[in-house]
Nanobody
C-alpha cells in the first residue's frame, strides 16, 4: 500500500532550522511529484513546496529563500530543509503524493493529490 510518513518536526526558536523527512513506500518516488503542505489551526491548508524529477522545484512565496526541498530517489525520501524559521511557520506539515508534475500552480489544487501523510508538528516560538 502507498504510505507517506513524515518526521523531523519539533519545537524551535525563531531563526532556527528543522529538516523534515517524508519517507515513501508502495510506489517509486521518481515517477511522482511530491509536495509539502502545512495547516495551522483555523486556517486553510497551503502549499509549501513541490518537487518532480522533470520540473525541478517550486516554492510558495512565503518560504522562498528559506526552505529547500530535495529528494533521494535511492532512499525514496523527500526532505524539506527549513531555515530562518518564523512564528508564522508554525503548523502541521504534511507531505503528499500527486501526479507526475508539479505543473506550475496545479499542485496546490485538491484534485492533484492522491495520498497524504499523517503530518508532523512544527512549532516556532520563543
Amino acid at each position: 500500500q502507498v504510505q507517506l510518513v513524515e518526521s523531523g518536526g519539533g519545537l524551535v526558536e525563531p531563526g532556527g532550522s528543522l529538516r523534515l523527512s517524508c519517507a515513501a513506500s508502495g510506489f517509486t518516488m521518481d515517477y511522482s511529484a511530491i509536495a509539502w503542505f502545512r495547516q495551522a489551526p483555523g486556517k486553510e491548508r497551503e502549499g509549501v513546496s513541490c518537487i518532480s524529477s522533470s520540473e525541478g522545484t517550486h516554492y510558495a512565496d512565503s518560504v522562498k529563500g528559506r526552505f529547500t526541498i530535495s529528494r533521494d530517489n535511492a532512499k525514496n525520501t523527500v526532505y524539506l530543509q527549513m531555515n530562518s524559521l518564523k512564528p508564522e511557520d508554525t503548523a502541521v506539515y504534511y507531505c503528499a503524493k500527486g501526479g507526475p508534475y508539479c505543473a506550475a500552480s496545479a499542485w496546490v489544487r485538491p484534485v492533484w493529490t492522491d495520498y497524504w501523510g499523517q503530518g508532523t508538528q512544527v512549532t516556532v516560538s520563543s
